[in-house]
């Protein structure tokens, strides 16, 4: 599972915060800071899958300095294992 999400139709990159906990998913304001800290990784970059590895790394390091909590890193990164890939095809 990546942390997120590409749009081809719209041409956006958007965070996939609802796999996030709520207390980060749900944080406006978080959520407006990792957009604008991520910006210069994606604006004028060509998507592809390896620019969306490196943001899923971008991200977790930037959510793991603003919420030092204690096994937040061992739930996100146990996100990345999900395979979802096949959702859409299984209904």
Not at 22 to 49: C, R
Request: net charge negative; proline share 5%; glycine share 6%.
């Amino acid at each position: 599972m990546r942390l997120t999400v590409w749009i081809p139709e719209e041409g956006t990159l958007e965070l996939n915060y609802m796999w996030l906990p709520t207390f980060i998913g749900m944080n406006t304001v978080l959520k407006k800071e990792i957009e604008e800290h991520i910006a210069p990784y994606v604006v004028g970059k060509e998507f592809s899958d390896k620019l969306q590895l490196s943001l899923d790394s971008v991200i977790m390091d930037f959510i793991f300095i603003k919420c030092p909590i204690p096994g937040l890193r061992e739930y996100i990164q146990a996100l990345r294992n999900i395979d979802d890939t096949q959702r859409d095809e299984q209904g």
